[in-house]
């Protein structure tokens, strides 16, 4: 079967329970919002799997308890504007999380 395909199917079920079933939606954390990379100049280096209802304070949380604690803003790195803890997310979203608190 995967020899006439090339593809067992296993992607296309986890893709229909993860975004058709649950909604889930996709996030781009990172660090620099001009750049849109991490610390060490990746650039797009994470992806989040987050529930539709999903914030930007829950964002925070997924990152790092710390960051979720010392939550100020985050910065929409599309439009370039600050939104707060409870702004909901939408697929594709780039954001980057301002924070009193530090991974480290």
């Given amino acids: 079967v995967?020899?006439?395909i090339h593809s067992t199917g296993i992607q296309k079920i986890l893709n229909a329970a993860v975004f058709d079933l649950l909604k889930f939606i996709v996030v781009y954390p990172v660090e620099d919002e001009m750049k849109l990379t991490?610390?060490?100049?990746?650039?797009?280096?994470d992806t989040k799997l987050v529930p539709p209802?999903?914030?930007?304070?829950?964002?925070?949380?997924?990152?790092?308890?710390?960051i979720a604690k010392g939550?100020?803003?985050?910065?929409?790195?599309?439009?370039?504007?600050?939104?707060?803890?409870?702004?909901k997310l939408k697929?594709?979203?780039?954001?980057?999380?301002v924070s009193t608190l530090s991974r480290g």
Avoid: E
């Avoid at 991490?38 to 280096?45: F, S, W, Y």
């Avoid at 209802?53 to 710390?66: E, F, N």
């Fill in 2 to 4: 995967f020899s006439k």
């Fill in 38 to 45: 991490n610390k060490d100049g990746v650039i797009l280096p």
């Fill in 53 to 66: 209802d999903s914030t930007a304070k829950d964002l925070a949380g997924l990152i790092h308890a710390d």
């Fill in 71 to 87: 939550f100020l803003h985050a910065i929409d790195c599309k439009t370039k504007q600050r939104i707060s803890g409870d702004q």
């Fill in 91 to 97: 697929n594709g979203d780039v954001i980057k999380i």
